[in-house]
């Protein structure tokens, strides 16, 4: 998964109740190759994405596997960690991100619903990122969603702003308001997608954070 601009995602708060949209925080790509960096309200924590294999050793592997163990051990001192699981980390999908959470409890996660598809998963797009968000949006460890849109390219998905690329737009944002996760900072590629998801209805408010 490609495509953030500079490297920089703006975290809002979104009251569909008023259609406000606040700034709070924003995400920083690229810190490291598995690393990035999420600072909301003020507060600074660090997300990893997982040890990405390599074609003669995926991730799936025990190599792969103990680094991204270690990775985690390693952050286990910080206030807040986050995981941000993607299709290139061991951590990819529903069940090794609950397997994940159980094990962790106190890790906070971002979900990213288009970095957990793969262009083979488009077709039914709207049943993986309605199933994506109604497994997870309800987690209470859960500390701020990605919303985006993605084209293909080069075999890779790239995020791009809403309405700009193949996935359904609307699916996604009906799933992410009925799943409970409205109460979330959502990052998104631009302020007009912000303003978009504060008009696409009410959402309970509520916070965990």
Known sequence: MKGVPSGVLTLYRINTSNGSWTPCGRIVDGVDPSLA????DEQ???????????????????????????????????AVAWIWPTQQSPISDVPSLRSFLDAR????????????????????????????????GGRRELGAVLICDARVDD??????????GCLPIDAMVAAWRA???????????????????????????????
């Open 44 to 78: 600074s924590s660090t997300a990893i994405r997982g040890i990405s294999g390599t074609e003669n050793e995926p991730v799936w592997l025990p190599a792969p596997r103990a680094a991204f163990a270690r990775a985690c051990d390693a952050l286990a001192h910080e």
């Open 37 to 40: 960096s999420i600072t909301l």
């Open 179 to 209: 799943s409970g996760a409205g109460h979330a900072p959502v990052g998104v590629l631009t302020p007009a997608d912000a303003q978009r998801l504060a008009r696409a209805g009410h959402v309970p408010e509520r916070s965990t954070l």
């Open 105 to 136: 409890p106190n890790w906070r996660f971002l979900l990213d619903p288009v970095a957990m598809l793969t262009p083979e998963m488009l077709p039914r797009a709207d049943d993986y990122l309605m199933r994506i968000f109604m497994a997870m």
């Open 155 to 164: 075999g890779q998905l790239v995020r791009v702003p809403l309405g700009e």
